[in-house]
Structure formats: C-alpha cells, structure tokens
C-alpha cells in the first residue's frame, strides 16, 4: 500500500540548533513529496515539494528538504531553529490511485516542532 | 501565492440539522477540490474529491448521503454534513488544484462543534 509515515510524534529542538523532522515513504514509480506547516486552527502552508532533479530541495522560510531514495526518505530539515517554527509538519506524497482516478495526497500522521528559547 | 477561502471559520450546531460549508478558490480556477477531515492532533484524511460540474468521488468509508459536496463552478465547492451528529464534530478543511499548475493549495479550514 502506499503510504507516508513519520516515526516522531514531537520533535523538540532548542531556539538556533538545527532541526530534523523525519519522513519515509511507501509509493510505487517516482514519488512527488511534500511538506506542509499547519498552525493552530489553521490550513495547511506548503513549504517545499520534490518531483525530480535535484535532491536537496529549499523551501520557505529557511526550510529545506533531502530527497534519499534508497532510504526512501523525505526529511525536512533547517539550519537554525527559531521560536516561531514551532508547529505541526506533515509530510505528504502525491499518488494516482490503482483503481484510476484524480492524483491525491497522502499524509503523515504528522509531527509537533517544539522549539524552546 | 493562491489563496483559498472558508466559510463559515467555525460553526457550532444543534444535533440533527445542517451545515453548509464553502469554498472558494479567489486567485485561481479549481477544476479539483477536495475535502479532508482532521481529527484533533491527527493527519488529514481525504474525504472526497470532485471535479467541477461532476458528482465527486467519495473515499471509502464517507458516507455520501451525509456528505454532500457540490462543485458548481471552478471557484466555489461546497461540503454540506446533513442531519449532523456530535461524532461529526471535526476540522474540515477544503483544496483546490489550479487548472493551469496543477499545484494543490489549501483553505484554512472550517471547525464544526455539533451539539
């Protein structure tokens, strides 16, 4: 089945240390990943996306992920935390589904970023 | 970047009526919309997807006849949970797929507490 998981429930990082949030995928041919930010009560905000090319991909707001597909792996990462990053991150991956019809995202259970000053 | 609206922002509702929820695409035409439910601290569970003037399609498990989902135009989706019940008490939060990137944004989301 395809699938995303994020093995972390809470991530907790203090304020100028680098920070990762994990994500290993499930998918048959070449993936499309994602990452989205949600805050309380909110949507969700793209952050970055792979569909080809390079594996390094930056993003918003500092972010950048590393595409591994041999670890079948998205993780989200960033340099330097701040306060202000704290907040829910799913990583997602774009599947067309077997039976046919309209592509769609598949989540993670998502991670809480705790970034403590 | 593209903006989605919701409304209502949060809805509270007697047990066994409607509710009607929008969504609009306002700097883009969506031929895609879909409707995912979250769960407090949960991910986002796709509920259905529908394409502008087309029935949408329902994942498996959504009832169909208590959500209603209308794609009446390439800017307004609308997801209606008909006789609601408390257990219907969710975030719902909408998605449309640009006509021209195919990119998929997101509305920022509607909170029904059924009561």
């Known amino acids: 089945a395809q699938s995303v998981a994020q093995p972390e429930d809470q991530v907790n990082v203090a304020e100028g240390n680098p920070l990762t949030v994990k994500c290993t995928y499930s998918v048959s041919g070449n993936p499309y990943l994602f990452w989205y930010v949600q805050y309380p009560n909110r949507g969700l905000q793209f952050l970055l996306k792979?569909?080809?090319?390079?594996?390094l991909v930056k993003g918003s707001y500092g972010f950048e992920a590393e595409f591994n597909k041999s670890q079948t792996s998205f993780h989200l990462k960033k340099p330097s935390a701040l306060v202000s990053d704290s907040a829910l991150y799913f990583c997602?991956?774009?599947?067309?589904?077997?039976?046919?019809?309209?592509?769609?995202?598949?989540f993670g259970a998502g991670t809480r970023l705790a970034v403590h000053p | 970047g593209a903006v989605v609206s919701q409304h209502p922002s949060w809805v509270i509702c007697k047990s066994g009526t409607s509710v009607k929820i929008e969504c609009r695409s306002l700097?883009?035409?969506?031929?895609?919309m879909f409707w995912y439910r979250q769960f407090p601290k949960q991910s986002l569970m796709l509920m259905a997807t529908s394409n502008e003037g087309s029935k949408a399609t329902y994942e498996q498990g959504v009832e169909k006849d208590k959500f209603l989902i209308n794609h009446a135009s390439l800017t307004l989706s609308t997801l209606t949970v008909t006789s609601a019940h408390p257990e219907d008490s969710s975030f719902y939060i909408c998605?449309?797929?640009?006509?021209?990137?195919?990119?998929?944004?997101f509305g920022p989301g509607t909170r029904l507490t059924v009561t």
């Open positions: 792979y569909i080809t090319g390079d594996n």
């Open positions: 998605s449309g797929r640009d006509r021209s990137s195919y990119e998929q944004y």
């Open positions: 700097d883009f035409q969506a031929t895609t």
């Open positions: 997602a991956v774009r599947v067309r589904p077997v039976s046919g019809g309209y592509n769609k995202l598949i």
